[in-house]
């Protein structure tokens, strides 16, 4: 693979997983600002942590093609 695909590469997974670890830290600090620890969270709060948690996965998986493709 060409090194200008693998920076590009390199610049997607950090941006993946930076993105994916702010959204999960700003849904949790929502959810126990707003909600609070007794009660369930609501359908956004809940999305959010389902965007974050796949857009942490995505960085796995992007990351561990850049590996496999060297």
């Known amino acids: 693979m060409p090194p200008i695909f693998k920076a590009l590469a390199s610049i997607i997974v950090w941006i993946l ?3 994916g670890v702010i ?5 949790t600090i929502g ?3 707003t909600v ?7 359908l ?3 999305i959010s942590w389902a965007v974050g ?3 942490l996965v995505l960085a796995v998986v992007c990351m ?3 590996q496999m493709l060297e």
């Open 17 to 19: 997983f930076v993105w």
């Open 23 to 27: 959204t999960m830290l700003s849904a």
């Open 31 to 33: 959810y126990f600002t």
């Open 36 to 42: 609070g620890i007794n009660q369930s969270p609501g």
């Open 44 to 46: 956004s709060i809940q």
């Open 53 to 55: 948690t796949a857009e």
């Open 64 to 66: 561990k093609l850049r």
